[in-house]
C-alpha cells in the first residue's frame, strides 16, 4: 500500500519518543475506572500537565461532590455521557464528542456523573495554571461535538480541540499555552505536525497501532509517550486498521508546585489556605456550605 504522506509540512528536527509506559486501570471516585498516565507514580507530573485519566464509568459509579482549585480540568467525552453539576449552578450534559475546559481558579466543589444507561468513557486532563492565574474566578468553556474544530486531509483526520493543525484553528482559549489534538490516521498515512519547540509534548493512544517519532517507537491502545526535543511530531500507520490517538503540548510553567489532591498551588503555606478555606467555607468555597448536587454524596479529602 502506497503511503500517503501530509506533506504540507516539514520538520527539521522530529521529536523522539524519551519514554512510553501503559497506563493500568485504577479505582477512582466512587467505583469509577481510570486508566492514570501523568500524576501516577511513574510521572507525578509533566510540566504543565498534573494528571491524564482515560475513565470508564458506569451508573451508579461515578466522580460526586469534589472541590478543585489552581489549576484547569479538561473533559473530552469519547462515548457516552456525563453530567455535570457545580455550586454555582452550573449544569449541564457532556456528550459523545462534546469538550468541557474548565477553569477552576480560586474554587470550584462540582460533581460529574455518569448516564444511567451503559458505560461512559472519555479523557480527562489536568492542565496546571501559573501563579498569576491561580486565584481567579471560575471559568467554562464548553463546546458541542458539532462545533469542534475538525478537517481531514490525506487520510488524516484531525479534530483540534486547542491550538491548530491542518491549518484549522480551536476557538478555545488556553491560560497556559496548549494544543490538544484528536488524530484518526487510515492505514498507509504519515503524519507530520509541528509543535513548538519549548514545549512538553506527550501522546496518548485510544485505538489501534502506530509508529511515532525520529526513533519509528512502535505502540498500541492505553500506552502514553512522552516526546524529547523538536519542532514536531511524525506518526506512521502502517497497519490495516484505524490509529487513533491525542497529541497533547503545553508551555512548561517552571513554577514551584505543591499538590494536595485536587489542590494545586506553589507553597506548602498556599495549600495549608487552600484547606482552610474548603474548610470553612472561604475564600472561594463560600457556596460549598449549603450546596449538594443531586447525587447527594461526596468524596472525602
Known sequence: MPEKNNSCVGLNEPRLVVRKFLAKPQHEGVGAIVRRSIGRFELRYFDPFLVLDEFSVTAPAGFPDH???????????????????????????????????????????????????????????????????????????EISSKNIAETT??????????????????PI????????????????????????????AFIYILEGEGIFGQSKSSATAHHLLLLGHGDGLEAWNKSTKLLRFILVGGEPLDEPLV????????????IDQTIEDFENYTNGFEKARHWRSESGLSLDF
Open 153 to 170: 486531509k490525506d487520510g488524516i483526520k484531525v479534530r483540534v480541540i486547542a491550538g491548530e493543525a491542518l491549518g484549522t484553528k480551536s
Open 67 to 141: 472541590p478543585h482549585r489552581g489549576f484547569e480540568t479538561v473533559t473530552y467525552m469519547i462515548q457516552g455521557s456525563v453530567t455535570h453539576e457545580d455550586f454555582e449552578g452550573h449544569k449541564g450534559t457532556i456528550g459523545a464528542g462534546d469538550l468541557q475546559w474548565m477553569t477552576a481558579g480560586r474554587g470550584i466543589v462540582h460533581s460529574e456523573m455518569p448516564s444511567p444507561h451503559g458505560t461512559q468513557k472519555g479523557l480527562q486532563l489536568w492542565v496546571n495554571l501559573s501563579s498569576k492565574y491561580k486565584m481567579m474566578e471560575p471559568k467554562y468553556q
Open 259 to 270: 499538590q494536595f489532591g485536587p489542590f494545586v498551588m506553589n507553597t506548602q503555606e498556599e
Open 173 to 200: 482559549y488556553t491560560r497556559t499555552p496548549t494544543m490538544y489534538l484528536d488524530f484518526i490516521l487510515d492505514p498507509g498515512t504519515h503524519l507530520q505536525q509541528p509543535i513548538p519547540k519549548p514545549w512538553n
